[in-house]
C-alpha cells in the first residue's frame, strides 16, 4: 500500500496525500472535518440532513444545504484524481469509497478486530496511534469517535502486554502498561495487571508504589477506594512476596547454625 494513490492520517491529526502530494488548501475547515466523517463512516451512506445538521447547526436547512454542494464542490477539485470516492450513490446521501486507499484508522480499527491478534498485530496497532483522533479538533461530533480510539490504544497495549506476560517478558509488559496508563489513568485494570508484571519481574517496591499512586488518585479524581478485586491482588502479591522473600532468606537445614546445647557440649570437651 506504499503507492497507494489515496493516502491519509487521521491519528495525531490530519494529513491527506493525492498521488503522492499534499491535499490542497480547502477553502475552509469544514471541508476537512466533512471528509474526515466521511473516511470514519466508510463505505456506509450518509443522510445529507445528518451532514448538514452537524456541519452547519445554526444555518437553516437551505443555507446548509447550498453550503454542503459548496464543501463538496471544492473537495472533489482538491481530490482530482481521486474525486469519484465521493460518491453519491442518492440525491440524499454520500459514501466515501475507501478500496484502494492507506488510512490509518481503519487499519488500525481492522487490526483491533482482528479474532486471535498476535503480539505482531498489537504492535503495528499501537504504531499507527500517532496520538488522539483528528488532534487538536475539538467538536462535539468527534468526541465519541476520538474516546472509542483512545480505548482501542489503551486496550491493545493492556492485551499485548498480557501475551508478553505469558512468555515471561515481564520488564516490557511493564513498559507498556505505564504508557497505557498516560492515556487512561483511572483505568484500574491496567493497574492490576502492571501490579502482576512488577512482582512477577521481582520489583514488588514498584508494586507498591504503583498501588499507593492509584489510592493517591482514585481519591484525588473521584473519591473513591480501589475496587475490591484490586486490593484482593494486591494482598496476594504482597503475601506471596513475602513468602519468597522468607525462603530465600532462611538458610537451608544442613546450613543453619547448630543449637546453643550442641555449642556448650563441645565447649565442655
Known amino acids: 500500500m506504499d503507492n497507494a494513490p489515496f493516502k491519509a492520517r487521521l491519528l495525531g491529526g490530519f494529513e491527506v496525500e493525492i498521488e503522492g502530494q499534499p491535499l490542497p ?12 466523517l466521511l473516511i470514519l463512516r466508510h463505505n456506509v451512506e450518509v443522510s ?4 448538514c445538521g452537524v456541519l452547519w447547526l445554526d444555518s437553516t436547512q437551505e443555507n446548509s444545504r447550498l453550503s454542503l454542494r459548496q464543501s463538496l464542490n ?11 470516492r465521493l460518491e453519491s450513490p442518492t ?36 504504531s ?33 502486554a498480557e501475551k508478553l506476560q505469558g512468555i515471561g517478558e515481564h520488564n516490557t509488559a511493564t513498559r507498556l502498561l505505564k504508557a497505557a496508563l498516560v492515556f487512561a489513568p483511572l483505568q484500574e485494570s491496567l493497574y492490576r495487571t502492571l501490579m502482576h508484571s512488577l512482582t512477577e519481574a521481582d ?33 496476594r502479591l504482597r503475601a506471596g512476596y513475602q513468602e519468597r522473600s522468607q525462603r530465600i532468606s532462611t538458610p537451608p537445614p544442613s546450613q543453619q547454625p547448630r543449637s546453643e546445647e550442641h555449642t556448650s557440649e563441645l565447649q565442655s570437651h
Open 74 to 84: 471544492d473537495l472533489r477539485n482538491a481530490l482530482g484524481s481521486q474525486a469519484y
Open 128 to 160: 499507527l496511534y500517532r496520538g488522539t483522533l483528528l488532534e487538536g479538533w475539538t467538536d462535539e461530533i468527534l468526541i465519541v469517535e476520538q474516546e472509542s480510539r483512545r480505548q482501542g490504544y489503551v486496550d491493545a497495549l493492556e492485551r499485548w
Open 48 to 51: 445529507r440532513d445528518w451532514i
Open 203 to 235: 520489583r514488588f517496591a514498584e508494586c507498591m508504589e504503583v498501588y499507593r499512586n492509584l489510592r493517591v488518585t482514585l481519591w484525588e479524581e473521584m473519591h473513591l477506594q480501589p475496587d475490591p478485586e484490586t486490593v484482593s491482588l494486591y494482598n
Open 25 to 36: 488548501k480547502l477553502r475552509s475547515r469544514k471541508g476537512q472535518l466533512l471528509l474526515a
Open 91 to 126: 440525491a440524499r446521501t454520500l459514501r466515501f469509497i475507501s478500496s484502494g486507499a492507506e488510512i490509518d484508522v481503519l487499519t488500525f480499527d481492522a487490526l483491533l478486530k482482528e479474532r486471535e491478534p498476535t503480539s505482531e498485530t498489537f504492535e503495528r496497532a499501537v
